[in-house]
């Protein structure tokens, strides 16, 4: 198949020449090609590829979310992300095959998540090889990076203080339906703790796309995410 993935970068200034070319191994594709065995009862890649239980994997790189086409129908959250301008690039797939939910809650892909950030990066090295444009993707090297949407234990942990939730809330609830109801807001009452405080995150840092919920998640601190959560969690 496709072998490995080779990057050459330049060492501008240290060698000179025909070997001035250093190569970089950006991830196994070759492992990756085995890793997407977990992938493959759902969605297909390479020239046949058709839309199954889940949209082609053609072109991944630098294609809009939520967009393939040909009928395919999405999550409205993915559909969402979508129309939010959220584009897939390394991160935001490393960020979706890590935790589906953490990026788009309400999504139908029922993957619980790669979490080895090594098989990932072997994963999305595989992937890249069937994009049109891989010179389109940024050459970091992938392992280096933090996980944007890992959370270190102590932040899972912190028990909200539902009083000061309920306090905090009023700002929200401007916007989102204290009834639950999703009318062009999604609802975010009733959610379990984690699935809520990784979303908040996930905006916070910047994984989300949406600049209204950039802006409030950047203003409140891990205190205040773990409070909301407690609350909203306990509304009906
Ligand atoms: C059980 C079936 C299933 C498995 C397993 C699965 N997916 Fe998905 N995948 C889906 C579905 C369904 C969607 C559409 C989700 C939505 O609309 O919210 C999707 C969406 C996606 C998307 C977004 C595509 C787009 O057009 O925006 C990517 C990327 C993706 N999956 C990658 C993967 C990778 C990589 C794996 C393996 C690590 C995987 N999926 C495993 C079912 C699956
Ligand atoms: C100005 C309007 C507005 C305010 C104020 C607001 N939100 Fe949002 N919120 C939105 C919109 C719009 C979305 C959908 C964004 C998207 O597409 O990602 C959203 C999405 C969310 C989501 C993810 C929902 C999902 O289904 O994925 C959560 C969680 C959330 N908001 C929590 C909050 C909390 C907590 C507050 C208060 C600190 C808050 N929001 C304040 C407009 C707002």
Known sequence: MIGRVLCAILVAGVLSGPLAAQT?????????????????SCHQIGPEAKNRVGPHLNDIFGRKAGSVGDGFRYSDGLARMGADGLIWSYDTLDAYIDNPKALVSDTRMAYRGMKDATDRADLLAYLRGFSANPANIPESQPTARPREVELPPETLAIVGDKAYGEY????CLTCHLRSGGNEGIPGIIGWPVEDFVIAMHAYKRQIRPHPVMQMMAGRLSDEEIAALAAYFEGLE
Do not use: I
């Open 24 to 40: 970089v191994l950006l991830g196994d594709a070759k492992r990756g090609e085995a890793l997407f065995r977990d992938c493959a």
């Open 168 to 171: 905090l809330s009023s700002e």
